[in-house]
């Protein structure tokens, strides 16, 4: 898969220095995959969750919370936030994928 908008990611680390290792690591394993939908995902990482066609990854022990979409006819991952899991359990986030009636 190739990654969209690691600078999101490198913005992260900035603030949280500790979580740069994960997300590497994320990143190795994302770049080596080539999923084709959601079930190849959750082979690779059984953590990741689907929200309203989000993938929801936990890195770092359950520490980060990685937003992304994720378009698997175009073979690409497109970053849309990173955050703490404190962060994350605001619901903020949520937001952007609320289904419109």
């Given at each position: 898969m190739k990654i969209n908008h690691w600078g999101r990611v490198r913005e992260f680390i900035k603030e949280h220095v500790e979580a740069a290792s994960s997300l590497q690591?994320?990143?190795?394993?994302?770049?080596?995959?080539?999923?084709?939908?959601?079930?190849?995902?959750?082979?690779?990482?059984?953590?990741?969750?689907?929200?309203?066609?989000?993938?929801?990854?936990?890195?770092?022990?359950?520490?980060?919370?990685?937003?992304?979409?994720?378009?698997?006819?175009?073979?690409r991952l497109y970053i849309d936030k990173v955050l703490t899991h404190e962060e994350y359990d605001r619901g903020t986030w949520k937001k952007r994928y609320k289904k419109k009636k």
């Open positions: 690591t994320w990143k190795r394993t994302v770049i080596e995959a080539t999923w084709t939908n959601f079930p190849d995902v959750k082979n690779t990482f059984n953590s990741v969750d689907w929200y309203e066609g989000a993938l929801i990854f936990d890195i770092g022990g359950n520490n980060i919370r990685l937003v992304a979409i994720c378009r698997f006819e175009l073979g």
